[in-house]
């Protein structure tokens, strides 16, 4: 299986621009949530889904977007990049139940220039 | 505000040595608590659950444990590798399920030398 698949791995973007990055997980996991990693911080919630067609906010949703309309895909767009977004990006998925941990993709790292 | 803290934040050991790092929690209620090891340029990948209820758990030659009632976690390495170089990142849920309650730490960086 390959788990949870981000792409891409990498990209730069000017100020203004739009652009999605992509996430899809094969393992039927109900949940998927999108992260960001900066230095010195914690990971932390953008967007999440508990299932198909359900979406919610997390700690940080401004300037973000996402959609549910399958299982396996949960992509996020960012609307009009600005520099504070520059970050590494992580997708996780997960079945619910309090035994079960976090798969993570392997992240996005993003710049805006 | 729920907050997990975690230290050292740097750690440097030489191969084979252990070595145990530190997660102190103010997350309440209190579900389960996670560690995670992140290699560079990776996504985390989880080490070990435990809810309120366990004390111990291991995972190979990592072991951690879980004093609910101080709100304190560590995570012991033993015999260390060079591939144990990684940051490791503890994670506290409120609740069973839901994506919106985890609770990250900062983690601790640990370098492995020769």
């Known amino acids: 299986n390959a788990g949870v698949t981000q792409t891409p791995k990498f990209q730069v973007l000017k100020t203004g621009q739009s652009m999605t990055l992509q996430c899809a997980q094969d393992?039927?996991?109900?949940?998927m949530s999108w992260y960001r990693q900066d230095p010195g911080m914690g990971l932390r919630l953008i967007h999440y889904?508990?299932?198909?067609?359900?979406?919610d906010q997390g700690e940080v949703p401004n300037g973000y977007n996402v959609s549910r309309s399958t299982t396996e895909d949960f992509p996020l767009r960012l609307l009009s990049a600005a520099p504070s977004q520059t970050s590494v990006y992580f997708c996780a998925s997960s079945n619910p139940g309090q035994y079960l941990g976090y798969t993570f993709g392997s992240g996005t790292r993003l710049t805006v220039v | 505000k729920n907050q997990v803290e975690q230290s050292p934040q740097s750690l440097i050991i030489l191969e084979g040595k252990n070595c145990t790092l530190q997660?102190?929690?103010?997350?309440?209620?209190?579900?389960?608590l996670r560690w995670y090891k992140q290699d560079t340029g990776r996504g985390p990948v989880s080490l070990t659950i435990?809810?309120?209820?366990?004390n111990t758990k291991s995972n190979g030659r990592y072991t951690a444990t879980l004093d609910a009632d101080t709100k304190q976690s560590s995570l012991h390495i033993t015999a260390s590798q060079l591939s144990d170089s990684a940051s490791y990142i503890c994670?506290?849920?409120?609740?069973?399920?839901?994506?919106?309650?985890?609770?990250f730490g900062t983690g601790t960086r640990l370098q492995v030398t020769l």
């Open positions: 393992m039927n996991h109900e949940y």
């Open positions: 994670v506290v849920s409120p609740s069973t399920g839901t994506a919106s309650k985890l609770t």
């Open positions: 889904s508990v299932g198909a067609g359900i979406t």
């Open positions: 435990m809810t309120f209820s366990e």
């Open positions: 997660c102190n929690y103010t997350v309440s209620p209190f579900s389960n």
